[in-house]
């Protein structure tokens, strides 16, 4: 089975500074992994994803996260926050044999605070 | 890529009444989802909609309390019957690329009074 941790369901950060959104992932084959945002009252967009090949995967709006396999992890970064990055965060899953079905996590809740 | 449009973005309703809820695919799709977004929590799926078959319930949800349609490749809606004040959540439809994206409408916000 597949499941997804996001660890802090809320988290703050002053506008400039780096923002770290981490996502840990259990599956027992290999893992297609997601980051989607959610601006209020708006459906779900993604940021960026991994499927294969290279590790550290670049998204919309500055955002980057790495899949690192040995931690069964996919943080979320961004070098510098802005004020429009203030919205709710959700890592999901896929697999090969999850017959096109999304795992997500519980979400993180990202304040920039000026 | 594709584009699905939902409605109504929200909506306020009477307890005991029933809403559906469209959603509009600009593609032919295989697969479409129905998930719930509780308030502050994340997406649980609720069923998996194929055209041409009943949908697939997941533990907690019965056809009952969310009867869903799947006319053809491009439509789906879900009704919501009977509602009680705990229904009050964002009702979000989705599909997929394979395994590769995920895509979802702007969502419903129901509140049930």
């Known amino acids: 089975a597949q499941s997804v941790t996001q660890l802090g369901s809320h988290v703050s950060v002053s506008e400039g500074a780096l923002v770290l959104l981490r996502c840990n992932y259990s599956?027992?084959?290999?893992?297609?992994l997601f980051w989607y945002v959610q601006y209020p009252n708006q459906g779900l967009q993604l940021l960026l994803k991994y499927t294969t090949g290279a590790t550290l995967v670049k998204g919309i709006n500055g955002f980057e996260a790495e899949f690192k396999k040995s931690e069964t992890s996919f943080h979320l970064t961004k070098p510098s926050a802005h004020m429009s990055d203030a919205a709710e965060y959700f890592c999901a899953v896929s697999t090969a044999n999850t017959g096109n079905q999304f795992y997500f996590g519980t979400g993180t809740s990202l304040t920039v605070i000026p | 890529s594709a584009v699905i449009s939902q409605k109504p973005s929200r909506d306020i309703c009477q307890r005991g009444t029933s809403l559906t809820i469209q959603c509009q695919v600009d593609?032919?799709?295989?697969?479409m989802f129905w998930y719930r977004q509780q308030p502050g929590q994340s997406l649980t799926l609720i069923a998996t909609?194929?055209?041409?078959?009943?949908?697939?319930?997941e533990s907690g949800f019965v056809i009952d309390k969310f009867p869903i349609s799947r006319p053809n490749l491009t439509f789906s809606t879900l009704t919501v019957s009977n509602m009680s004040p705990e229904d009050s959540s964002i009702y979000l439809c989705s599909t997929s690329q394979g395994n590769t994206e995920a895509f979802f409408g702007q969502g419903t916000r129901l509140t049930v009074v």
């Open positions: 599956s027992s084959v290999p893992p297609y």
């Open positions: 909609a194929n055209q041409g078959s009943e949908a697939t319930y």
């Open positions: 593609s032919q799709v295989t697969m």
